[in-house]
């Protein structure tokens, strides 16, 4: 590159850019060093005995989760494009509702109606005299786990896949069904292969979201590494322990998105001509459409619906103890704090988003590789890096207030920018893929007449891009607020000293067995997170018409 091309490349956009990309890679950068330092006893023990069961629990759990939301996020999205069957409309929003339940809270909440005391086996034993093998029912076990995993995961799966089937071109579909192929057929020599991408795009996230899990095997007492590294962090008092094994984590998801890339390779389906028709419904006639129909019910119904209805049961029963002034300041905690760090990512992701488009280059596709990073190293990682990284913050703070006699200093690790800090590193992927997909969508044409024109980048930004992207900062804030409002080990272990959300709270009545007392907590999170859902379902609805 020559100065004058530097020399372009280095404006406002560029510094601000580079400053929130150091914001990312230095947690990634501390833990990795940590990787190579001289290893304790400790260390020695965990790899020694303790490792191979983590690796073993933590890729068995990932592997059968992958496969069976797989095969559900795929059917679904099959039939609701292809097919037209009574209630259609409805089921095809209501099938991402699953996402509106945190899977640790779906694990609780199955827990309780299964448990002794649960509604199936007191219904048994009082009203039939029937009483059962409790292993039977026993759903805190590396199975009870994938199945937990799989019902509230599978919506990524299904949502990426039928927005790829619905703007494929019906033309293939069409083709081999006049040469004589049927249903099941075109199904699996021609849907798999032009979703392949699709299909490996949902699974990767559905991955990283069971990497990240902590709630659920906490609570069902399963060995995998979220568990491992904040047991070596907070039982053992060993931060260095605790490092070595968020590294481990880290190269094993570097390893899977390599997978990825290998798997997906460079194939791309994309249309052959301009001339696209989107895939109409068929209608399925006969036992067909109630086949079809009691599937997707069954899975709408054991995914939604019991859970939802047991937590408005729960939530009858001890909603004059909970619903109390302390409730309040948990919704206001929860709204204030994903609010504030969604504005931050936003405005980040604008930032990068904007430099990246109006000076393409090999250092710009890079920033945008480095900035999605974050959402692929798991929580737990991410929680001992932030605080490690504070803790050396407070240090270099400590001996400047030392140096000019300032007295007491101000702590960074007590306070929310810790927590809002690591929000922005995990998730400002998401917010930045939606907004770099609403500029790629509008093209840089308006953006090229606006600087014609004799507006500058800065005026064109505002008064141009903006408002034609507003859909897609619209999208990118929903899904962002929703995935900070439900997120658990991040929130638990960096929280501040007297402050808690709704899923704090809700994990820390599960922790004390008070199951029941969870429920208002947790049925505000489906709630609000369901509201939006719908809401980003009707502003995808929009942007497609």
């Known amino acids: 590159m020559n100065w004058y091309a530097m020399k372009r490349q280095l404006n406002g956009w560029a510094i601000l850019s580079f400053i929130a990309l150091l914001f990312i890679v230095l947690p990634g950068i501390i833990v990795l060093i940590e990787l190579f330092a001289p290893v304790n006893d400790n260390w020695q023990h965990i790899r020694e005995y303790l490792l191979p069961r983590y690796v073993r629990n933590t890729l068995v759990i990932m592997l059968a989760t992958g496969v069976l939301t797989t095969i559900i996020g795929t059917s ?99 083709n081999a069904r006049i040469l004589g192929r049927g249903s099941w057929d075109i199904f699996f020599t021609v849907v798999i292969p032009i979703s392949r991408v699709a299909i490996i795009g949902g699974v990767s996230l559905v991955l990283m979201e069971v990497l990240n899990d902590y709630g659920v095997v906490k609570y069902f007492g399963i060995q995998t590494f979220s568990t491992a590294i904040f047991s070596t962090w907070f039982g053992m008092k060993d931060t260095s322990s605790a490092l070595k094994l968020a590294g481990t984590l880290m190269i094993l998801v570097i390893a899977i998105l390599t997978m990825e890339r290998l798997v997906r390779g460079r194939k791309q389906f994309s249309y052959a001509t301009t001339k696209v028709k989107p895939l109409k419904p068929r209608p399925l006639n006969g036992w067909h459409r ?65 430099y990246t488009r109006l000076f393409p280059s090999n250092m710009t596709r890079v920033i945008s590789k480095v900035t999605t990073l974050g959402y692929s190293i798991p929580g737990a990682a991410i929680a001992i890096a932030v605080i490690t990284l504070f ?29 809002i800090f690591a929000y922005v590193i995990r998730f400002l992927a998401i917010g930045y893929n939606s907004i770099e997909s609403g500029f790629e969508k509008v093209g840089k044409s308006f953006t090229e007449a606006s600087r014609m024109l004799g507006w500058g980048t800065v005026q064109t930004f505002f008064r141009v891009d903006i408002p034609m992207i507003k859909g897609a900062i619209m999208s990118a804030f929903i899904l962002v607020f929703i995935d900070i409002m439900k997120e658990l080990p991040l929130t638990l272990f960096l929280q501040p000293f007297n402050f808690s959300t709704l899923a704090t709270q809700a994990f820390k009545y599960v922790s004390d067995e008070k199951i029941h ?28 018409d």
Do not use: C
């Open 391 to 419: 803790l050396l913050l407070d240090e270099w703070v400590l001996k400047v207030a030392l140096a000019l006699d300032l007295g007491q200093t101000f702590v960074f690790r007590t306070t929310l920018i810790m927590l």
């Open 76 to 174: 679904l999205a099959w039939f609701i494009t292809v097919y037209d069957f009574p209630f259609r409309r409805f089921f095809k929003w209501a099938l991402i509702l699953p996402l509106a339940i945190p899977p640790y809270i779906g694990a609780y909440t199955y827990h309780g109606i299964l448990n002794y005391t649960g509604v199936i086996q007191t219904t048994l034993r009082n009203d039939f005299g029937i009483s059962v093998n409790q292993s039977y029912f026993n759903i805190m076990t590396i199975q009870g786990t994938i199945f937990i995993f799989t019902l509230f995961l599978y919506p990524y799966i299904y949502t990426i896949t039928r927005a790829f089937l619905h703007n494929q071109s019906s033309s293939m579909i069409e």
């Open 290 to 354: 109630y086949a079809v129909l009691g599937y997707v019910s069954t899975v709408f119904g054991i995914a939604f619906v019991i859970p939802f209805v047991q937590l408005i049961a729960w939530t009858v029963l001890t909603f004059e103890q909970v619903f109390t002034a302390e409730f309040f300041r948990l919704v206001w905690n929860t709204v204030s704090v994903a609010f504030i760090a969604t504005v931050i990512i936003l405005v980040f992701a604008l930032i990068i988003a904007n």
């Open 517 to 544: 007392e969870a429920a208002l907590a947790s049925i505000v999170i489906v709630l609000m997170s369901g509201l939006l859902i719908f809401v980003f379902h009707k502003v995808l609805d929009k942007e497609a």
